[in-house]
């Protein structure tokens, strides 16, 4: 077999191998008016694009800079208010990850909600008085409230994993 042959159809297996990858993992498109999983899901990954960086300080992995970690966690605590809006009564529909628990038991919801919100002030707070110390418990608390929430409400679109 020439050369280019062999460079081609190894080039033609990559592209088939990445077409059937790419269909086996798509999700349905959103296509409810205004797009409200869409856009609770762009919330929370912009929660998740603030938080990360700031776990790399509190771990010690990168060095603390209390302008920088105050920076963040106004961020933090300005999207911690933003998802929730998208979670109304008929917003349970593929490519939710959503339990149907966030529907059927509102009040625990609620308080999930509140909690996160509440640890992300929290967070805000010990940032501002730059205690490195009390941001790590701070920041430990809303890792927790983040982790307890995915656990009773995050899962398949069936509403189990």
């Given at each position: 077999m020439s050369s280019s042959r062999s460079a081609w159809l190894r080039f033609s297996l990559v592209v088939l191998a990445a077409l059937v990858l790419s269909a086996c993992h798509s999700e349905p498109?959103?296509?409810h008016p205004?797009?409200?999983v869409t856009k609770r899901k762009l919330a929370f990954k912009a929660i998740v694009r603030t938080f990360e960086p700031m776990g790399l300080?509190?771990?010690?992995?990168n060095d603390y800079n209390k302008a920088d970690f105050l920076a963040s966690a106004v961020e933090l605590q300005k999207l911690s208010r933003e998802p929730w809006a998208y979670f109304g009564p008929d917003t349970n529909y593929p490519p939710t990850h959503a339990r149907s628990a966030v529907w059927d038991k509102p009040l625990e919801f609620e308080s999930a909600k509140q909690k996160?919100?509440?640890?992300?002030?929290k967070l805000l707070e010990a940032s501002r008085a730059g205690d490195f110390e009390a941001i790590r418990s701070a920041y430990d608390e809303v890792h927790q409230n983040c982790k307890s929430c995915h656990q009773?409400?995050?899962?398949t679109h069936s509403g189990e994993e």
């Amino acid at each position: 077999m020439s050369s280019s042959r062999s460079a081609w159809l190894r080039f033609s297996l990559v592209v088939l191998a990445a077409l059937v990858l790419s269909a086996c993992h798509s999700e349905p498109p959103d296509n409810h008016p205004g797009q409200p999983v869409t856009k609770r899901k762009l919330a929370f990954k912009a929660i998740v694009r603030t938080f990360e960086p700031m776990g790399l300080v509190v771990r010690g992995t990168n060095d603390y800079n209390k302008a920088d970690f105050l920076a963040s966690a106004v961020e933090l605590q300005k999207l911690s208010r933003e998802p929730w809006a998208y979670f109304g009564p008929d917003t349970n529909y593929p490519p939710t990850h959503a339990r149907s628990a966030v529907w059927d038991k509102p009040l625990e919801f609620e308080s999930a909600k509140q909690k996160f919100m509440a640890a992300t002030d929290k967070l805000l707070e010990a940032s501002r008085a730059g205690d490195f110390e009390a941001i790590r418990s701070a920041y430990d608390e809303v890792h927790q409230n983040c982790k307890s929430c995915h656990q009773a409400f995050r899962g398949t679109h069936s509403g189990e994993e």
